[in-house]
């Protein structure tokens, strides 16, 4: 059989989900993948930390963040929702009757406020299916059906990328220690390091580049609500059960005003009544939250870029490498 060579750049769920296609794809040749990160640099998310996947109100013709979203959604039900890392449950959005103002937004994000039983009491709101997703069993599940793998060969190398340029015969990949890797197909899954680098790798201006947004989340482990894994959420902040024994939440352990805090310690007790772990992330937003895609197939060469996904990583780039990939295999560079 023929065989292909690729360099991947990054090893967050985008790059992990452009091998999820690879391996689900009947591919009549072989792939020789040369798999650029750098771990101490530019680190993926902890995968240690649930994503809430979830409409949330979002509808498509509204405009095309929204409908990208929206599809997107619809993708990740259709390819991981049937996977064990992958789990179906109650979203609870609680509107909080304060003013008009704020009665307004809940209505434009949902279209209307519904009553709903949760615990032992009645609430105003709205009650999405909606998923969350333990990382780290999809990024070891993956790492082993590669192994698995008899036409996909993996170089691994944690070096520190600092250009992409054009040459000759294809594209540059620039290391930290002035060494260059040559390939004619790159796909380039930059994360956080997107604006670091030159004009964020072919995209954007110099004054529009992605920005680093960093967050907080806290975990509370051995305990056990008795209940169906669940999400309770309001307008900035969530609570994650899992239906076992392990909660996450962006609510602060010192934060003294939390609705859903109090909601919680209504239904439960209090929500930091034992010690907690705190993992910490930082993503890559896009301008307008806009995620930035990048593809060119030309001189015998092919590119795709993808970043700026911020909160939408598990959704948009499952939809995007997908498309990316058939239009690849087929393009045969």
């Given amino acids: 059989m023929k065989t292909r060579e690729v360099c991947i750049i990054g090893n967050g769920i985008s790059a992990y989900y452009f091998l999820f296609s690879l391996i689900n794809k009947n591919i009549n040749f072989n792939i020789d993948i040369t ?10 998310v902890d995968d240690k930390i649930w994503p809430i996947i979830s409409l949330n109100g979002i509808s498509k013709g509204f405009n095309a963040l929204g409908d990208n979203l929206y599809d997107s959604f619809h993708c990740f039900s259709k390819y991981q929702g049937k996977y064990s890392y992958a789990t179906s449950l109650k979203q609870y959005c609680f509107f909080k009757e304060e003013n008009s103002e704020s009665k307004d937004k809940f209505l434009r994000r949902h279209n209307s406020i519904s009553g709903f039983e949760f ?4 609430y105003n709101g709205a009650v999405l299916e909606s998923y969350f997703v333990k990382p780290w069993f999809f990024f070891n599940e993956i790492d082993l059906l590669l192994q698995k793998q ?3 060969k993996i170089k691994k190398l944690n070096q520190l990328v600092v250009d992409v340029n054009e040459g000759p015969a294809g594209h540059n990949v620039v290391f930290h220690n002035n060494s260059v890797l040559k390939t004619r197909n790159l796909f380039i899954f930059s994360g956080t390091g997107s604006k670091f680098l030159p004009i964020n790798f ?4 110099k004054t529009q580049r992605n920005k680093n ?8 482990q051995n305990i056990n609500l008795k209940t169906e894994p669940f999400i309770l959420s309001d307008e900035k902040q969530n609570i994650i059960y899992d239906g076992k024994s392990t909660i996450q939440t962006n609510i602060s352990p010192i934060e003294k005003d939390s609705y859903l805090a ?6 439960f007790g209090l929500l930091f009544g034992k010690d907690y772990d705190v993992y910490l992330g930082a993503r890559d937003k896009g301008p307008k939250r806009l995620p ?3 593809i060119d197939n030309y001189d015998g060469r092919f590119i795709f870029k993808l970043s700026g996904l911020y909160k939408n990583a598990w959704t948009i780039a499952l939809k995007e490498v997908i498309k990316v990939v058939d239009i690849w295999i087929d393009k045969k560079v």
């Fill in 150 to 152: 008899k036409n996909i």
């Fill in 119 to 122: 615990g032992n009491d009645n």
């Fill in 213 to 220: 947004s960093y967050g907080k989340i806290y975990e509370i």
């Fill in 35 to 44: 798999w650029i990160y750098s771990s101490n640099t530019f680190t993926r």
């Fill in 262 to 267: 109090d909601l919680f310690h209504a239904q």
């Fill in 202 to 205: 072919y995209l954007g201006s």
């Fill in 292 to 294: 930035q895609i990048y």
